[in-house]
């Protein structure tokens, strides 16, 4: 089979009343130079069968059946390794793929070549409404924004280098089972990627109860790591307490002792004098969002006098 341009890499798991649609989705697509990379992780409710199908019809469909449940991250990586193509682009089996979207995405690719790693618009589909997601586009104040675990790029949305990820031994981690995107997105950074969101809206990105991502308070404990591993790279001057007593202001819930309160304070000052950016990240940006958690806190212990 001739090597494809572009490798879409899906898993899916106990998704048979919707994985059809975003098949349907991504074979309908105006560019066509491609290969679907299902990764089915163990499903039980008849997923297989439905996949199965398409690739009986289509030699664009390649199947790879885990036998048992091992995770988002692992049947990421699973599928990245398993990816032929120049570009790897990223689908969830319960989002639409636009039609025009490979093609603007493959195009927009080719036209900036210093761009490793992108994005796009979406919208967001829930059951009573839609929203508009419009993204910031550029590297720097993408970059910033990673330290928020939230809000940077739409994940179904990304298409990559693959000789970037060859190059550098990247890829999804087969741990993670949550804000595997964002854990990966971190060492992408920090092997020197370029990031960015094309001005365009490619998918329709659909939110609902079952989403791994809807499942905030078990993520949430998830984050503090991510957030270390930003700020001992954005920060190499703070000491290794620092950083943690930095990155335990910014969880969600604040369930930290007074003396751990005014040393996160503490680390906050002094990262925010630090201005050198060390991998092209916005400092400006950074500071907004460290001052955030600075306030949030501030009001906390105000509260408490």
């Not at 059946?65 to 969830?92: C, E, F, H, S």
Request: hydrophobic content about 45%; aromatic content about 6%; charged content about 20%.
């Amino acid at each position: 089979m001739p090597t494809p341009c572009v490798s879409i890499v899906m898993p899916v798991y106990n998704r048979a009343t919707q994985v059809a649609s975003a098949i349907d989705s991504l074979l309908a697509q105006t560019y066509r130079d491609v290969e679907l990379i299902i990764v089915d992780d163990g499903s039980t409710d008849g997923t297989v069968d439905v996949i199965t199908a398409y690739a009986a019809n289509d030699a664009r469909v390649r199947l790879l059946a885990l036998p048992a449940n091992g995770g988002q991250g692992l049947a990421r990586a699973i599928g990245t390794d398993a990816a032929r193509g120049r570009y790897i682009a990223v689908m969830d089996s319960d989002d639409i793929a636009l039609p025009h979207r490979l093609d603007t995405q493959v195009k927009w690719m080719d036209a900036h070549p210093e761009v490793t790693l992108a994005g796009a618009h979406a919208t967001k589909v829930m059951a009573d409404k839609s929203l508009a997601m419009q993204l910031p586009t550029g590297d720097g104040e993408l970059k910033a924004r990673l330290l928020l675990v939230d809000g940077v790029l739409v994940h179904p949305t990304v298409i990559m280098r693959r000789d970037f990820l060859l190059e550098h031994n990247l890829n999804y981690s087969a741990e993670r089972r949550g804000d595997d995107d964002y854990e990966f997105f971190n060492r992408m950074m920090a092997a020197g990627a370029v990031f960015a969101n094309m001005p365009e809206t490619v998918l329709e990105y659909h939110r609902h109860g079952g989403n791994i991502s809807a499942n905030t308070p078990r993520l949430e404990q998830d984050k503090t790591p991510l957030r270390r591993f930003l700020l001992g790279h954005y920060y190499p001057d703070l000491t290794g307490r620092e950083v943690m007593a930095l990155a335990r202001i910014m969880q969600r819930s604040l369930t930290l002792s007074t003396k751990q309160a005014y040393a996160g304070l503490i680390a906050a000052d002094k990262a925010m004098t630090l201005q050198h950016s060390v991998f092209g990240e916005d400092h400006q940006v950074l500071n907004a969002i460290i001052m955030q958690y600075v306030k949030r806190l501030t009001q906390a212990l105000n509260k408490q006098v």
